[in-house]
C-alpha cells in the first residue's frame, strides 16, 4: 500500500522560511514523478511544484518561482520543499502526491496524480 507523509508545516511571520518533507513507503519511488499541491479555504487545489523521476527536470508556477525549490533524495524515498520569502498568500494546506511516469512533460493536472498525502498547515502570518 503506497503512502506519502509530510511534515514540517507550521506557523511561520511573512518573510521566513519552511522546508517541507514528504516521506514515501510502499512504491518503487525512483519510478514516480512527484508534485507539491496546495489548497487554501474556499479555493481549489492547486499545483505549486513538481520533479520528474529522476530529479533532473523540475517545474513550478509562477507563485513559487525564485521562492521555492523541489527537490528529491530517491535513496531516502523522500520529496522536499523548500519555501523561502513567505507571503500570507501562500497560507494553505500543502500535499505531496506522486504519479508513476518516466516520461515527460511533468503532469500539473491533480487528477493524473495517482497517490496522495494527508497534507501539512502552512500559515503566514503578516
Do not use: H
Request: net charge neutral; aromatic share 12%; charged share 20%.
Amino acid at each position: 500500500q503506497a503512502q506519502l507523509v509530510e511534515s514540517g508545516g507550521g506557523l511561520v511571520q511573512a518573510g521566513g522560511s519552511l522546508r517541507l518533507s514528504c516521506a514515501a513507503s510502499g512504491l518503487t519511488f525512483n519510478l514516480y514523478t512527484m508534485g507539491w499541491f496546495r489548497q487554501a479555504p474556499g479555493k481549489e487545489r492547486e499545483m505549486v511544484a513538481a520533479i520528474s523521476w529522476s530529479g533532473t527536470t523540475t517545474y513550478s508556477t509562477d507563485s513559487a518561482k525564485d521562492r521555492f525549490t523541489i527537490s528529491r533524495d530517491n535513496a531516502k524515498e523522500t520529496l522536499y520543499l523548500q519555501m523561502n520569502s513567505l507571503k500570507p498568500e501562500d497560507t494553505a494546506v500543502y500535499y505531496c502526491a506522486a504519479y508513476l511516469a518516466k516520461r515527460l512533460p511533468i503532469a500539473t493536472d491533480p487528477g493524473r496524480y495517482d497517490y496522495w498525502g494527508q497534507g501539512t498547515q502552512v500559515t503566514v502570518s503578516s
